[in-house]
């Protein structure tokens, strides 16, 4: 199984930027994607981006150009840049992962971190 931390939320003024980070540990090697999704007050959870062990990244339109999502494979730690953000950027943010191990695929989640956007 897999444990995931996160770290780098808090307030920031309208176009300033975040550095989130999401640090995994157990059984590693068996991580192919992670990434991170964010939920707004009232809203559901959204896919905010994702990257592969392959290197493969992807991103929803809405932080498409703002955010760029990094991955430290060495480390087990993903990392999202977060610039020019603005008051709908404001959720909290959860980092997940997916394994492939012998007998299926499974998800974990962090334990999220607010981020909010005020003046």
């Known amino acids: 199984q897999v444990q995931l931390v996160e770290s780098g939320g808090g307030l920031v003024q309208p176009g300033g930027s975040l550095r989130l980070s999401c640090a995994a540990s157990?059984?590693?090697?068996?991580?192919?994607?992670m990434g991170w999704y964010r939920q707004a007050p009232g809203k559901g959870r959204k896919l905010v981006a994702d990257?592969?062990?392959?290197?493969?990244?992807s991103y929803a339109d809405p932080v498409k150009d703002r955010f760029t999502i990094s991955r430290d494979n060495a480390n087990n730690t993903v990392y999202l840049q977060m610039n020019s953000l603005i008051p709908e950027d404001t959720a909290v943010y959860y980092c997940?992962?997916?394994?492939?191990?012998?007998?299926?695929?499974?998800?974990?989640w962090g334990q999220g971190t607010q981020v909010t956007v005020s003046s």
């Open positions: 997940y992962c997916t394994t492939r191990v012998t007998g299926g695929q499974y998800g974990y």
């Open positions: 157990g059984t590693t090697l068996s991580i192919n994607s």
């Open positions: 990257t592969t062990s392959a290197g493969n990244v």
